[in-house]
DNA sequence: CAAATGTGTATATCTGATATATACACTATA
DNA sequence: TATAGTGTATATATCAGATATACACATTTG
């Protein structure tokens, strides 16, 4: 489980760790009933709060990625890669959207966002 | 000058009379040496506080649209919409960025993202 | 099988950002 | 010069993110 957390990212800590566990079962790193690091152990390697690392395992747990139980850890549960990217593509249509928006405000063409977007997703 | 204001909106008020002022701009609905509507007045139509309309033109009186002077009022300022231009081209690039993320997560192609693009930049 | 250790859980609290009420200071104008 | 309209400053309220500490349960181990 490599988990990196950013003090100077705006998103909340305990999001980055709710979407870097989804990455890891998306890529097929973690499966189904793998353990999960527990909670304190966790929290003692990002050097933050047990309270912050429950409350991203409460959001996976709600999301149903997760199961929990008291005593015994946190499980990785049977999980439809299809739903995952469903909610990948949900979420880049709703930044692409934005950006649309952006880019009529500032007068910007349909095509020239093409091409960035052609650079972008080729240059990493 | 017509501003409007979400509450459900996540974006904190302030900025999105910020955002509603620079399109007024770019749109040449407002241009250099008008007057804004005064902080009162614009807190009274809102329905919002004082403090959250200046807290709005002060953003804006540091990014260097607008001008506020002390009993007269607050004034646009000369303005390059070309600069304006390259900040909405800079929205836009860093959304696509983050949406590239999500869809490589996802699985999903390039090619999809494209047609999204068509379909949301076309229909609005 | 009881003690110890490791697990998740609950309560009260701290901090920073957003939004506010109120009072203050300056300018124009009637 | 009084008054009404402008921007400004200080202290306060509220909410989300993050926390420390203490609690409850399960497994391991002597």
Not at 3 to 9: A, E, R
Not at 32 to 48: K, N, W
Not at 87 to 116: F, M, N, P, W
Request: charged share 30%.
């Amino acid at each position: 489980m490599d988990i990196v957390i950013s003090n100077s990212s705006n998103e909340p800590i305990y999001e980055q760790i709710v979407s870097q566990v989804k990455e890891q079962i998306m890529s097929g790193n973690l499966k189904e009933g793998d353990a999960l690091p527990s909670m304190r152990a966790l929290a003692q390697a990002l050097r933050i709060s047990v309270i912050t690392t429950k409350r991203a395992y409460e959001e996976l747990e709600r999301d149903g990625f997760i199961e929990s139980f008291t005593g015994r850890g946190s499980f990785v549960k049977a999980q439809n890669k299809e739903l995952l990217r469903e909610e990948y593509l949900r979420q880049a249509e709703e930044l692409i959207s934005t950006a649309c928006e952006k880019a009529k405000l500032g007068g910007v063409d349909v095509s020239e966002l093409h091409e960035l977007l052609d650079i972008i997703y080729g240059g990493e």
